[in-house]
């Protein structure tokens, strides 16, 4: 198992910047995906980024050229630095891990992160 633990979510004014942290113990893989996912209430959970084992990242449309993913060496942290924060911005955001390559279907990762609240005013 993989636990995944966020942290660095608050309230932020519209055009700030925020970093979000996610934590993993326990069991990790050689060949992983790691990313985040978003909850806007009343909306289904969505892709936001993820990072592979090969350092190769991808971003949903609406975040690109904002949001940057990224891990340390041994892949135990993974970030998300967040740019140019927008009120859309605002949702609960989950990090993600699964054994294998990148996917932006939610169902398709195994562990999940607690959430963390990022709340963006305008």
């Known amino acids: 198992q993989v636990q995944l633990v966020e942290s660095g979510g608050g309230l932020v004014q519209a055009g700030g910047s925020l970093r979000l942290s996610c934590a993993a113990s326990g069991r990790t893989f050689s060949m992983q995906t790691s990313g985040w996912f978003r909850q806007a209430p009343g909306k289904e959970r969505e892709f936001v980024a993820a990072i592979t084992w090969s350092g190769s990242t991808y971003y949903a449309d609406s975040v690109k050229g904002r949001f940057t993913i990224s891990t340390d060496n041994a892949g135990n942290t993974i970030y998300l630095q967040m740019d140019s924060l927008k009120s859309e911005d605002t949702a609960v955001y989950y990090c993600?891990?699964?054994?294998?390559?990148?996917?932006?279907?939610?169902?398709?990762?195994?562990?999940w992160g607690q959430g963390t609240q990022v709340t963006v005013s305008s």
């Open positions: 993600v891990n699964r054994p294998g390559k990148y996917t932006v279907v939610a169902g398709q990762y195994d562990y």
